[in-house]
């Protein structure tokens, strides 16, 4: 009880000084959003970089499928920099990004891509992306991942989806985008935070790799003449992709960047 007693004076004394500081000078706040525990190790440089940026993060911890799936467990914001607890009495998914200036997802799985691309929610990630987009929060996604959740691979000791799975996974991927989410490589998640954040221009590597398709249909024959391998490609939201156009830019390793025109 005096443990609990203790923690709780801490997290007052805490948000109080936050407020106090952030009355200076406010900061902008992110939301990171796990699979569980140890998934945000990888990302310490991104947090680091972020905080010079004097851009805060939170931490959505999401061990196991039963705390991933909505029910009698809902979350709550703890402050800045701290990780966000699941119990019943917190405030539901849905209102968690009001709280934000952009959600990260640093790994999607083929459920969670399902249920948000087809409008679908039930899942603590289906909620929060839903609400981030209806209130025009930036969503940020990591697309090279392997579609597979780490529990999963764990338990079936396999790294990677099925072929069937795989193709249907990279379908949802593309109305991910269509929807105005940000797919970007894990590695390139900063200059993501930082160009929606910011609004800062494209830095000078990602300049030299930009190119724009100003077209309604967008085809394969297109993105082999005009594309290198890992460029980056600006695309209108209302512009139309062909089929094979989509497996070529898979092939080419292409980033695709949907704008509004």
């Known amino acids: 009880m005096k443990l609990e007693l203790e ?68 979350i709550e914001s703890t402050g800045s920099t701290k990780v966000i607890a699941a119990d019943e009495f917190a405030p539901a998914p849905l209102e968690l990004p009001k709280e ?23 899942s603590v990630k289906a909620e929060i992306v839903f609400s981030a987009l209806t209130l025009g929060k930036p969503v940020i996604i990591g697309e090279d991942v392997p579609g597979i959740k ?44 930082l160009g929606e954040l910011n609004n800062l221009p494209i830095s000078s590597s990602n300049a030299n790799r930009e190119k724009n398709f100003q077209g309604n249909v967008l085809t394969s024959d297109w993105v082999e003449k005009h594309l290198k391998e890992n460029d980056l490609l600006i695309v209108d939201k209302k512009a139309l992709i062909t089929p094979k156009a989509k497996d070529t830019l898979s092939e080419k390793k292409i980033d695709v960047k949907f704008v509004q025109g």
């Not at 196991?64 to 809902?74: F, I, M, P, R, V």
């Not at 990260?104 to 679908?120: F, K, Q, T």
């Not at 109305?175 to 900063?190: D, H």
């Open 7 to 74: 923690t709780l004076v801490e997290t007052i004394v805490r948000d109080f000084l936050e407020k106090v500081e952030g009355g200076r000078k406010e900061r902008k706040k992110v939301l990171f959003i796990f699979c569980d525990s140890s998934a945000h190790e990888q990302f310490t440089d991104l947090f680091i970089q972020l905080n010079s940026e004097k851009i805060d993060h939170d931490f959505l911890f999401l061990d196991g499928e039963t705390s991933a799936w909505l029910g009698l467990h809902q």
């Open 100 to 122: 934000y200036d952009a959600i990260v997802i640093p790994e999607i799985d083929l459920d969670n891509a399902a249920r948000i691309s087809l409008g679908l929610k039930g």
């Open 150 to 193: 780490r529990s999963d691979r764990r338990t079936l000791k396999k790294l990677s989806l099925p072929s069937a799975y795989q193709k249907l996974f990279n379908q949802y991927k593309e109305n991910l985008k269509s929807m105005g989410i940000i797919l970007t490589k894990q590695e390139r998640i900063y200059e993501a935070i």
